[in-house]
């Protein structure tokens, strides 16, 4: 406790504004109840729910959550098929839902890859969305950090070839820019359930200075408490950005 009796942390952090998680653990889940992994993917739809109710009453801008990775094609063709059936289903159920609760669906990723009609209602999903303005729900899919970064570079090399930027124009700022997130405030908190502490190829770029956190709990078994634990932890925490402590709460800074 302080010398003023407030045992309050010298510095605090206000709600994130922007979310992303790592949905991991639904196979473990299902695993450890003896069932097949579908149904752990089943049951981690029910979180994501959950989930993204808790981050709009909270005010949180943005959540990302991370659905397929551009390494899960590597699975089982029959669980990437279920994936992709569940997906389809989940968003023919969840589109006016999340279009009544004023959020807006984003996805993110190579979507080339993925069925004609998935690909149509995804757009159709964003469509709808579009001009909601409370929390922004990002879905990443077909989602690779690094295949983020290259369609960045790529977008800028042809406008260089194009004459309408020269290579002294690019910095981080203007690669920011190009990135599937440019319209996003860069993720505050990073979450990832599971217990495996990796990035897995998630958000490379824009993770450079998220708080992070690990939880071993498994992705159907976390729930609005598990992330208001996760967002008390992430406020007590100090940001720096390359700061000393005393500046920060000298308030010398503006982070
Ligand atoms: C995360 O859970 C969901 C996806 C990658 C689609 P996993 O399916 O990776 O679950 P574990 O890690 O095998 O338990
Ligand atoms: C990361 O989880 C991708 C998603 C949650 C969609 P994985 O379970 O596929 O990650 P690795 O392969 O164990 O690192
Ligand atoms: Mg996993």
Redesign the pocket.
């Known amino acids: 406790m302080s010398a003023d009796g407030n045992d309050s942390p010298e510095s605090c952090n206000d709600n994130p504004r922007h979310i992303a998680i790592i ?7 299902a ?1 450890k109840r003896f069932m097949p ?1 579908a149904i ?2 089943q049951a ?1 739809v029910k979180t994501v729910r959950k989930i993204v109710e808790y981050c709009a009453v909270q005010k949180i801008e943005a959540l990302s959550l ?4 551009s390494e ?1 094609w590597r699975r089982p063709q029959d ?1 990437v098929s279920l ?1 992709m059936e569940l997906f389809m289903v989940t968003l023919g159920r969840e589109i006016k839902k999340l279009d009544r609760n004023n959020i807006r669906l984003k996805f993110i990723g190579d979507r080339s890859l993925f069925p004609q009609r998935l690909q149509d209602k995804m757009n159709e999903g964003e469509a709808q969305t579009q001009n909601n303005t409370a929390l922004t729900l990002v879905v990443a899919v077909n989602y690779g950090g690094r295949w983020d970064m290259c369609q960045a570079f790529q977008q800028v090399a042809g406008k260089i070839a194009a004459g309408e930027l020269s290579i002294a124009d690019v910095n981080p700022q203007l690669l920011n820019q190009y990135l599937s997130t440019a319209d996003l405030p860069e993720p505050d908190l990073f979450i990832r359930t ?1 217990g ?1 502490q990796r990035i897995s190829n998630f958000m490379l770029w824009q993770l450079a200075y998220t708080e992070f956190y690990f939880t071993p709990t ?2 159907p078994d976390f729930d609005q408490d598990a992330l208001a634990t996760a967002i008390e932890s992430f406020k007590v925490r100090e940001r720096r950005f390359g700061h000393t402590s005393e500046q920060v709460r000298n308030k010398a800074v503006t982070l």
């Not at 949905?23 to 889940?29: A, F, L, Q, T, V």
């Not at 991370?66 to 990775?69: E, H, K, M, N």
């Open positions: 949905m991991d653990g639904n196979g473990r889940w695993q992994r752990g993917h981690g991370f659905a397929f990775s899960n669980e994936l599971g495996e498994l992705w």
